[in-house]
């Protein structure tokens, strides 16, 4: 039999040593070493990282955003109905979406005043009709007075009446024929200052300038407007509609004649087509893109939509998932940020929030626009197991 340590025949052959006792325990720890740090490696692999917290990546990659925005339908030809002149507005009867004829009124004001200055003008009239009235009596009477006298004077051979009641009878019918002709001037000056007076009663009362719909009162019943003040928005009636829809930041440039769909609120709730006409700005600064839409006379001014585009593929954008932004509210350590952010996950393990400009998304993720963050950082999207409810971030579950 060969003790341990002395070479056999094949050991001579092969020209080796046999291995020491000692090397070989020493293999043997190694072995075991190696199959301890494996299984530690898959029990790592199978429970996933140690943090309370699901995440993904942040990455950079191509997009087509889906955008669903909020606006308002208005009327194509819309005009500003306003005060004629200044005036106690006592009711409107025109509310919104009113069809009103061309020349009607559209709001009753107070008119007292003009009813007495009215009376005052009928009474003149009265006054001077009976005053004429009176003088063609008179004018009549001297005229017949002069017949007679005329008729007596040719039948005495010029004798009788004198020469003096002759002249006296000439004078009183030719005063009493100017006397009619001033009274009928008067009657027609009042009968005018009554037209004139009624005329301006009736422009006074705001009146629709054609045919249309009201699309909105700017004035309530009970107000005291001034000469040229706006009080109602018309307009034509079968104008095509337009929307306008504020553009929320982080929107690019939008090419003139994109499609959209658009649903009308108060209507059966169908998608119906537009197009982009511009793109403008209002007085506060907001980007407003304004779509076409067909006429529809069942879609009522100033009616609330909604909007659905599909914006042109971006390329190589910074994306975060839109579960990073759900998660947001609950990140442990955030302090309190206006508009958007995420939670990110530092080298050491905690969670730190970042505020962040958010842009378009297609549903799934959103492009990230502007912030402090970078490509292939971890964006935490959820629990792995929630904190303990007397946090009052965290009482709740998240995403």
Partial sequence: MIEPGEPSQVDALLDVRPSSRARRWISIALLLLALGVAGWLLLRFLEGNTTPYY?????????????????????????TVRAPRNALIIALPAAA????AAGQAVAVVD??????????DRSALQAAHDQLARASIDSRLARNRLARYARVWRESDHRVPSLNEMESARVAAAGAALAVRRDRELLEAARRRLDDDMADLLTSLPRAPFAGVVVQRLIEPGSRVQAGQALLELAPLGAAA?????????????P??????????????????????????????????????????????????????????????????????????????????????????????????VAIIAGP?????????????????LAIIGWRKAPAASSPKSGSSGP
């Fill in 361 to 377: 998304s297609d549903g799934r993720r959103t492009q990230i626009v502007g912030g402090p963050v970078r490509s292939g950082q």
């Fill in 256 to 353: 003139a004649g994109m499609p959209a769909r658009v649903i009308v609120a108060g209507t059966d709730g169908a998608e119906r087509d537009a197009r982009l006409l511009r793109i403008d700005t209002d007085p506060t600064g907001v980007r407003q893109a304004v779509f076409a839409l067909a006429p529809d006379p069942s879609i009522a001014p100033t009616s609330a939509a909604t909007v659905k585009l599909t914006l042109p593929l971006r390329h190589d954008v910074l994306l975060v998932p839109n579960a990073a932004l759900a998660f947001a509210p609950f990140c442990s350590t955030q302090p309190e940020h206006e508009g958007s952010s995420i939670c990110v996950l530092d080298r050491d393990g905690t969670a730190r929030s």
């Fill in 111 to 120: 008119t007292s005043g003009f009813a007495q200055t009215l009376a005052a």
């Fill in 55 to 79: 995440m993904a990546p942040i990455v950079q990659g191509d997009l087509r955003p889906h955008l669903t925005l909020s606006g308002r339908v208005y009327l194509t030809g819309e005009v």
């Fill in 97 to 100: 979406g009113t069809t009103v």
């Fill in 242 to 254: 337009h929307l306008v829809v504020p553009l929320p930041a982080g929107i690019g440039p939008l």
